[in-house]
């Protein structure tokens, strides 16, 4: 054997050394898990030092249905009460930890920001590069006329993303102040009615009062007899009724899914040892993604779909591609000198 063959370590020195690395981490977790459980031991909720007596009790442990703690109470002469959606002057927790999110968001875009130049440095690279993957996104579905609701459409998926992995962090629902604010239904509904009022603003917008209005109440059909013009109007109100059904699938789907996570998350927890809380935790990373991905999305389709007309106003309609860049402005055919026939 040569003197460079002696002094070239194995092949696999790397991975082998990283796999004793993270058997040794799962060890460790392991053993933490045991030693807590036998310190701490879980109790049911509001008894602390009793044993729990079954699963119910890790159930309700980890529950915080239907009101979330408040954490500043201004109206204490009138309790919070119990509704699933509550009006009262306080500040909750789920609100409370929202304003930590938009700070943390916030601070991470003016650092990343600071300084823009044409040779950018890894911090503007990474932010650049989150927003032109949301545009491209956006763009793939909606269309160029999409483009001018990317900053709406992000903001929504960082502001649920973030929230949404909050609930993961260990010492979030131990700590009554902080609760992950996607996990409560008044969130949700807050961030719905937000989406509910912009798509319809936008189409009003596009489409003017008139047209918006003629989408759902349609009376052309009259035209075409009086069968026809019925038919056409009853399935006009259907669909005028199911605009006000947007915003509660939207707010509802994000809630349970997020909640209904913590909850599962919690309760295997306390069931078992760290390897298939560990596992459930990498899963609930991806499903919090894919429910933020969900909510932005939707409101984003749901405004395209707003600033389309109808029947046959959406023929006649230009199409996306008809649209200068940025997706602003009149059709190319309209903004041009020349005669569009």
Not at 25 to 54: K, M, N, R, S
Not at 68 to 96: E, K, R, T, W
Not at 134 to 141: P, Q, T
Not at 223 to 246: D, H, P, S, T, W
């Amino acid at each position: 054997m040569t003197d460079a063959q002696a002094a070239t370590p194995p092949t696999d020195a790397k991975p082998r050394s990283r796999r004793n690395l993270f058997l040794g981490l799962i060890v460790a977790v392991i053993a933490l898990d045991v030693l807590a459980w036998i310190v701490i031991p879980p109790f049911p909720a509001d008894h602390p030092g009793q044993p729990v007596t079954g699963i119910g009790d890790l159930i309700t442990a980890n529950l915080e249905l239907p009101a979330p703690h408040v954490v500043f109470d201004f109206d204490p002469d009138h309790p919070v009460g119990s509704a699933l959606v509550f009006n009262h002057a306080s500040i909750s927790a789920p609100l409370f930890t929202m304003w930590f999110v938009v700070a943390f968001l916030a601070i991470v875009a003016i650092v990343l920001t600071r300084g823009l130049r044409m040779r950018p440095g890894r911090g503007q690279n990474l932010i650049e590069w989150a927003y032109e993957s949301l545009e491209n996104w956006a763009v793939s579905l909606g269309g160029v006329a999409a483009r001018r609701h990317v900053p709406l459409f992000a903001a929504f998926f960082l502001f649920i993303l973030f929230s949404n992995w909050s609930g993961l962090i260990p010492f979030f629902g131990r700590i009554e102040a902080f609760r992950a604010p996607t996990s409560d239904v008044n969130v949700t509904l807050g961030l719905a009615l937000v989406a509910f009022a912009y798509y319809h603003y936008q189409g009003f917008r596009a489409l003017g009062v008139r047209g918006y209005l003629g989408k759902f109440f349609v009376f052309s059909g009259f035209r075409e007899g009086l069968g026809a013009g019925f038919i056409a109007l009853f399935v006009g109100l259907i669909e005028f009724l199911l605009e006000f059904i947007k915003p509660v699938t939207l707010s509802m789907r994000l809630f349970g899914n997020i909640f209904g996570g913590e909850v599962a998350l919690g309760v295997i927890t306390a069931l078992t040892i760290a390897i298939v809380p560990i596992g459930m935790l990498s899963l609930e990373l991806l499903l919090n993604f894919v429910q933020a991905l969900i909510f932005s999305t939707l409101t984003l389709m749901y405004t395209i779909i707003a600033m389309e007309g109808h029947s046959e106003e959406a023929h006649d309609a230009p199409a996306f591609a008809d649209y200068p860049e940025g997706g602003i402005g009149p059709p190319v055919a309209e903004a041009g000198t020349g005669s569009a026939h």
